[in-house]
């Protein structure tokens, strides 16, 4: 007998990313900062009043969203604080979507999505990215015929690290009668002069977009997101359907240091859009076919001659301990996704590689 709802007893769940252990392990598989993050969190934490544990935490993180607030110029109303962009993401799916309405978005995408859409046990209408990984022009108009509730779009996306510019949003936004999700988990490396979306919120009463402290500030381990959009969609989530504590002391003070500290960020984001550009130039060298990212990772094709297919290069750099990612969906399957890591791994990466191809003409 299973006690299971009858949509989760039927789904498969969301496929993380391996975690090795080894210590010689070089891991490009879950798109993590290969830096560490702001110097100033190490001396806070080793001087933080453990006695203050007893206490809940601040339940709206105010500090942290006053700080995000000044970051992007809006109200801190405009924003919300969450366990990671993935309780974002649950925490707008259970908000705003009943049970049989439908969630749009693109194919691929981030593969939490549909997972997400399931647990609600919502059908998901999708849109089949163009040959170049852009969005269609005719999405706002299949997704509005669709009755959709709910429209996710990751920017830049994953897994190719396409990039949609802030008119085009504007745009989807203007003509979408649902609620629209932007996720700018990457967009911490986007090259300069690209816009976030932030700045649209004020324009559009349906749009939210997503952040996250995992990738351009290098804390993934602590889980760390938030929400930027209208107050009306932001206030039902903070004061309804949060957790009360969702985010602990600790992670707060963490959060709100690298905030501030800008500077050191940036100088991480500048330091993986140039490695990212020079293993671009030396995996295309060997035949790969790879988008342009705007992203912290890759998307390569494995070159035609070899006799090598793109699960059989996966699974040799693991048995090297050289850990990348492939999924097994049509469109993808010929492809691996390569996180952009500090320059030596990216060497190792590029020098084992080629060793391994070099076996398989």
């Known amino acids: 007998m299973s006690f299971e709802r009858p949509n989760i007893r039927k789904m498969s769940g969301y496929a993380s990313g391996e975690q090795p ?5 070089i891991k490009l598989n ?7 993050p702001s110097p100033h969190i190490s001396k806070v934490v080793q001087n933080f009043d453990y006695s203050r544990l007893n206490l809940y935490p601040d339940p709206d993180a105010d500090s942290f969203r006053e700080a995000a607030s000044k970051l992007h110029d809006v109200h801190i109303n405009n924003i919300v604080a969450t366990r990671g962009g993935d309780e974002l993401l649950r925490l707008i799916v259970t908000t705003f979507v009943d049970p049989g309405e439908t969630i749009g978005m693109t194919s691929p995408t981030y593969s939490l999505y549909p997972v997400l859409a399931e647990i609600q046990d919502c059908p998901v209408t999708e849109i089949e990215l163009t040959e170049n990984w852009l969005i269609p022009t005719h999405f706002a108009e299949y997704m509005n015929s669709m009755n959709v509730k709910l429209a996710l779009l990751v920017n830049p996306h994953a897994p190719s690290g396409s990039f949609l510019k802030a008119n ?3 745009n989807l936004a203007r003509k979408l009668n649902s609620i629209l999700v932007v996720d700018e988990a990457y967009v911490d490396f986007v090259a ?8 649209l919120i004020s324009k559009h ?7 996250s402290l995992s990738k351009g500030y290098s804390l993934a381990g602590i889980r760390m997101g938030y929400g930027v959009g209208n107050e009306d969609l932001m206030k039902p989530i903070r004061t309804k359907t949060k957790d009360s504590y969702n985010l602990d002391q600790i992670s707060q003070m963490i959060a709100e240091l690298a905030l501030k500290d800008q500077a050191y960020a940036k100088k991480t984001w500048v330091e993986i859009r140039k490695n990212r550009e020079k293993m671009e130039l030396e995996l295309k060298a060997m035949g ?6 705007q992203a912290n990772f890759l998307l390569a094709t494995v070159p035609k001659p070899y006799a090598i297919s793109a699960y059989q290069l996966y699974e040799k750099l693991r048995e090297r301990e050289i850990f990348v990612r492939h999924f097994d969906t049509p469109r993808l399957k010929n492809k691996i996704r390569i996180s952009v890591g500090l320059p030596e791994q990216n060497q190792e990466l590029i020098n084992t590689i080629d060793s391994i191809l070099a076996t398989t003409k």
Not at 205 to 211: A, G, K, Q, S, T
């Open 21 to 25: 252990s080894g210590e010689r392990a």
């Open 30 to 36: 879950t798109n993590e900062n290969p830096y560490p």
């Open 168 to 170: 085009e949003i504007d």
């Open 192 to 199: 300069e002069g690209m816009e976030s979306s932030i700045g």
């Open 205 to 211: 009463p349906n749009l939210i977009v997503l952040r």
């Open 288 to 293: 790969f076919t790879i988008p342009e990212s």
